[in-house]
């Protein structure tokens, strides 16, 4: 049978939303409210899903919330605050409401501000892998000023929590920050690679990068990189106008590309000489960047 001491509201059932309670409703007594059940398209689907998973479903926000002892918002980042705004209206007093929408630090702020406005307690996470397989196991970071409580609530219904801080915030910087990575190489492997396809060289391309690619941590190639763009930067920018050259003949956009040069050219225009180690490197690079910034204003 549920617990009743933890009933969890989910306020978004997309696919975050519907792994989430296939896990949850388990252990726990889950209720969902997604906006497609507005939809008279949509809302016999969304109902059979509820029915399927073992989970209540609510008509509106304020039935979702009325009784929840903690809130999950799973829902597209550009209606994060939105959905904050309206569960406050409804939220109890003392609830924890858990944002684990990927959004940005100043979001997660201005959402934590409505919500502990209205009383309850607001709790940054950040969803650190692909929700699916791992559903309930995918690794979690947490940042609020009550965060290892919150981390114990969310552990003792199925998740994997980890604390990153006690400021609203950090958590969600650790996730943006990571994606600027993530999502980069996956850019990048598409620039890259269907230009490959379209020239016939992905073998070759490919055996190229395999070996040359350096083993070692993520702070170590930062640091190798960081150095060839300082040395180098100025003359790496020009051997990417020609990438997008490149590009442009085999009729391929060259977005990345053309970043690529920018980034390259501005760190290589700032003349630094290569620091040793990836900290000092940084802590040069940033006042540079930090002066020119000044100077520019």
Partial sequence: MPDEANRISLIGFGEAGTAFAEGLARTVHVRAYDIKTTDPAAAPAMREAYRRLGIDGAATPAEALASADIVISVVTADQAIAAAA??????????????????????????????????????????????????????????????????????????????????????????????????????LTAECFLACARAGVADEVAASLDASWKEGGWLDRTDYNLDRMMVHGVRRAAEMEEVALTLADLDLPSDMAEAISASQRRIGALGLEAAEGFDLKAERLLGALAKRQREAA
Avoid: W
């Fill in 86 to 187: 309206e569960a406050a209206g409804s939220i109890r007093p003392g609830a924890l409401y858990c944002d684990f929408n990927s959004v940005a630090p100043a979001t997660k702020r201005r959402a934590a501000a409505v919500i502990e406005g209205a009383g309850a307690v607001y709790a940054d996470v950040a969803v650190m892998a692909p929700v699916l397989p791992k559903r309930l196991s995918v690794p979690l970071l947490v940042s609020s000023p009550d965060v290892e409580e919150i981390c114990a609530r969310l552990q003792a219904v199925g998740f994997s929590p980890r604390p990153a801080g006690e400021a609203v915030g950090r958590a969600s910087t650790i996730k943006m920050l990571r994606s600027v990575m993530v999502k980069g190489i996956e850019a």
